[in-house]
């Protein structure tokens, strides 16, 4: 069955540190998608990137580093420098495309960045 | 391009009552789906509607229940509210039916309702 766990219910961190938000996924398919959503004060989840199951190449976005490892069912997400902008909700997601159309997300962590 | 609208933001209702809420997705998109936002449960998924025909589920009793609209327009419908229905209704929009391939949903604000 599809699972995606987040231990980090809430972090909080002085601005201009280092955060890692970790994810752990259980999937039964060798085809699947994982993805990380930022859900602000607003409320609406804001897409942050998109992994499928056979590219484990790191990936890199201005602060924001991810880590996807298959040999740990892990797809971590980094924040480097943070600031107090990025104090919000991350939401991790998993897909299995081809068996069911839905995405299932992780509870989410908190981040508290302090200024 | 305008976004993921939801209607209405906020509202409060009794025990008992029924709820209708609305969303509009991205133009051009035509899957929409619907999601229950609790600190509890987290993000669960509800339900979800490609070209007005209900493509999955949730594990969800059968007073949610929802609708699409030829416009793809979504409406999702709860009977009979109970206390624990309280929580944040979060639709999302994509292009294709297949999320795993369009990889990206688009979000409203969600629909805040209270059941008191």
């Known amino acids: 069955a599809q699972k995606v766990t987040q231990a980090q219910t809430e972090i909080s961190v002085v601005e201009k540190e280092d955060v890692t938000l970790d994810c752990v996924y259980e999937?039964?398919?060798?085809?699947?998608?994982l993805f990380w959503y930022k859900q602000p004060p607003s409320g609406e989840l804001v897409f942050l990137i998109r992994?499928?199951?056979?590219?484990?190449q790191n990936e890199i976005s201005g602060r924001y580093s991810w880590n996807f490892q298959k040999s740990t069912s892990s797809f971590n997400f980094t924040i480097t420098a943070s600031q107090v902008v990025d104090s919000a909700v991350y939401f991790c997601?998993?897909?299995?495309?081809?068996?069911?159309?839905?995405?299932?997300f992780g509870k989410g962590t908190r981040l508290h960045i302090l200024p | 391009k305008a976004g993921v609208t939801q209607t209405p933001r906020y509202l409060i209702k009794t025990r008992g009552q029924q709820v209708t809420l609305s969303c509009s997705p991205i133009?051009?998109?035509?899957?929409v789906s619907w999601y229950q936002q609790t600190p509890g449960q987290g993000l669960q998924f509800l339900f979800e509607?490609?070209?007005?025909?209900?493509?999955n589920k949730g594990n969800f009793p059968g007073r949610f229940s929802g609708r699409q609209f030829s416009n793809s327009r979504s409406e999702m419908n709860v009977s009979t509210l109970e206390l624990g229905d309280s929580a944040l209704y979060l639709c999302?929009?994509?292009?294709?039916?297949?999320?795993?391939?369009?990889?990206?949903?688009?979000f409203g604000e969600g629909s805040r309702l209270t059941v008191l």
């Open positions: 999302a929009s994509s292009l294709g039916a297949l999320v795993g391939n369009t990889g990206e949903l688009f």
């Open positions: 999937t039964r398919d060798t085809t699947y998608y």
């Open positions: 992994r499928n199951s056979f590219d484990e």
């Open positions: 997601a998993l897909s299995e495309a081809y068996r069911d159309d839905k995405i299932i």
């Open positions: 133009s051009g998109h035509r899957s």
């Open positions: 509607y490609f070209s007005e025909t209900q493509r």
